[in-house]
């Protein structure tokens, strides 16, 4: 059986990255089935459903960790006498690290995977699980967005606005703020060009 491919839809916030994985999905999904999940963690979308910034859903199952897509699928391989063709991920960044081997177990039975992510975290590190997963990718699609601050249009860095230390805080406008190098560690005038 040939591998699945896998698909990774990362970036910045409010870069679209949800409504790129959801793009896929409309274009690739055609006449396929295409089954999404959503981290508990992500009390920002719509319970069971991946939302982009502008309103549109899909239907997705909610998660605690990455085992519970393994085992949806283990004992769901086909819905309704048809086989998975396509898995959407969203919000891979908050899953555990065992995502990895969820999504090598999905692509070794021909599944294609297609993950949605934010590739740094609030105080500009990496997020371990996507770099991981864009290793094994076929394709990687980096999004970014405008800088709040000066405009510009490389905005890698989300800035935090509320005081929380933890690592995963679900938030959507108002909770972070895209910000391009400059801005994010307040040198200069900012990445305009
Ligand atoms: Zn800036």
Same mark, same amino acid.
């Given at each position: 059986?040939?591998?699945?491919?896998?698909?990774?839809?990362?970036?910045t916030m409010?870069?679209?990255?949800?409504?790129?994985?959801?793009?896929?999905?409309?274009?690739h999904g055609?006449?396929?089935l295409v089954?999404?999940?959503?981290?508990?963690?992500?009390?920002?979308?719509?319970?069971?459903?991946?939302?982009?910034?502008?309103?549109?859903?899909?239907?997705?199952?909610?998660?605690?960790?990455?085992?519970?897509i393994?085992?949806?699928?283990?004992?769901?391989?086909?819905?309704?006498? @048809?086989?998975? *063709?396509? #898995?959407?991920?969203?919000?891979?960044?908050m $899953?555990?690290g065992?995502?990895?081997? !969820? +999504?090598? %177990?999905?692509?070794e @039975?021909?599944? *294609?995977? #297609?993950?949605?992510?934010?590739?740094?975290? $609030?105080?500009?590190?990496?997020?371990? !699980? +996507?770099? %991981?997963?864009?290793?094994?990718?076929?394709?990687?699609?980096?999004?970014?967005?405008?800088?709040?601050?000066?405009?510009?249009?490389?905005?890698?860095?989300?800035k935090?606005?509320?005081?929380?230390?933890?690592?995963?805080?679900?938030?959507?406008?108002?909770?972070?703020?895209?910000?391009?190098?400059?801005?994010?560690?307040?040198?200069?005038?900012?990445?305009?060009?």
């Amino acid at each position: 059986m040939p591998q699945g491919r896998l698909v990774l839809y990362v970036g910045t916030m409010f870069g679209g990255k949800s409504h790129a994985l959801l793009f896929h999905a409309g274009i690739h999904g055609y006449g396929k089935l295409v089954k999404a999940f959503v981290p508990k963690a992500d009390t920002r979308s719509e319970a069971g459903a991946i939302t982009t910034h502008s309103g549109v859903t899909f239907p997705a199952v909610e998660v605690e960790t990455s085992h519970d897509i393994y085992e949806f699928l283990r004992y769901l391989p086909e819905i309704a006498g @048809r086989k998975v *063709d396509i #898995v959407l991920i969203d919000e891979a960044h908050m $899953f555990d690290g065992d995502l990895i081997n !969820v +999504v090598l %177990h999905l692509l070794e @039975r021909g599944i *294609d995977v #297609v993950c949605g992510g934010l590739t740094i975290d $609030f105080e500009g590190n990496p997020f371990e !699980v +996507v770099t %991981h997963l864009m290793a094994f990718a076929d394709q990687i699609e980096v999004y970014r967005a405008t800088c709040k601050r000066c405009g510009g249009a490389r905005a890698k860095y989300h800035k935090r606005l509320i005081e929380d230390d933890r690592r995963i805080v679900p938030g959507g406008e108002g909770v972070y703020e895209p910000q391009c190098y400059q801005c994010f560690h307040e040198i200069g005038d900012g990445e305009t060009r």
